[in-house]
């Protein structure tokens, strides 16, 4: 019987979050904004979230399901608000699936390894601080381009 050596997985650690952090939290200060931010793992399990200003309560939960639905669909949460908008709203009936803008996988080595998810803005608005925030991780993680 032969074995086949296990491989190695790319995991987001807290402390890479936490720099991604900065990153959100500089372009919402700069916009005058106030979001939560979240990052998640590969699975959907969050592993920060944070409020950046003094945003809405309800935007902790809608930023947690935004990054969770990128992390486990593989994709950002914008290709199904257009889906929904061409007319395409049976996509809504898929469990986890949020068609807002604002959440946008972390991908290294061409594997998802956790997404971040913003919300307490328009959802152009949450778009532009998860773009700031994978444009930071291009560096830090070597991100691939996902969207």
């Given amino acids: 019987m032969s074995h086949t050596p296990l491989g190695q997985k790319h995991v987001l650690h807290l402390t890479h979050a936490t ?5 959100a939290a500089r372009t919402i200060a700069e916009r005058g904004w106030a979001m939560y931010v979240a990052f998640v793992d590969d699975a959907g399990t969050p592993l920060l979230v944070a409020a950046v200003a003094d945003p809405q309560p309800a935007s902790y939960e809608i930023a947690v399901a935004k990054a969770q639905c990128a992390a486990r669909f593989r994709r950002p949460t914008r290709i199904w608000e257009e889906r929904v908008k061409s007319g395409a709203p049976n996509v809504m009936s898929l469990p986890g699936v949020v068609a ?41 993680l070597q991100v691939d381009d996902q969207s």
Avoid: C, K
Avoid at 111 to 133: K, L, P, W
């Fill in 19 to 23: 720099e991604l952090l900065a990153a």
């Fill in 100 to 140: 807002s803008e604002g959440g946008v996988p972390l991908v290294f080595a061409n594997r998802v390894i956790g997404a971040v998810g913003v919300s307490g803005g328009t959802g152009a608005e949450d778009g532009v601080v998860a773009e700031a925030v994978i444009a930071r991780a291009a560096g830090l």
